[in-house]
């Protein structure tokens, strides 16, 4: 069975994915390794914890053993898998 991909902001909290695909042509390179450095790599499992009010920044993510605070704009750019 195919799962399509999705973006990352559009999991609900206590959603669990997979890391599918990340555009790294459309962050800078420096921004690139932090996300690396950060833990979110293809085949990672991420989980949104909590999005702030109204539909604003920032996405609280759960990768790996961290929870980092990810702008919409940088989550757009993340694919996730069911």
């Given at each position: ?22 555009d790294r042509g459309g962050l800078a390179p420096e921004t690139a ?50």
């Amino acid at each position: 069975m195919i799962h399509p991909h999705r973006l990352i902001d559009s999991l609900a909290p206590g959603e669990v994915a997979l890391i599918a695909a990340i555009d790294r042509g459309g962050l800078a390179p420096e921004t690139a390794q932090r996300l690396c450095e950060l833990g979110f790599d293809e085949g990672v499992d991420v989980e949104i914890l909590h999005r702030a009010p109204f539909g604003g920044d920032p996405l609280a993510v759960r990768v790996g053993n961290m929870v980092v605070a990810l702008r919409r704009d940088m989550a757009r750019l993340i694919e996730v898998t069911a």
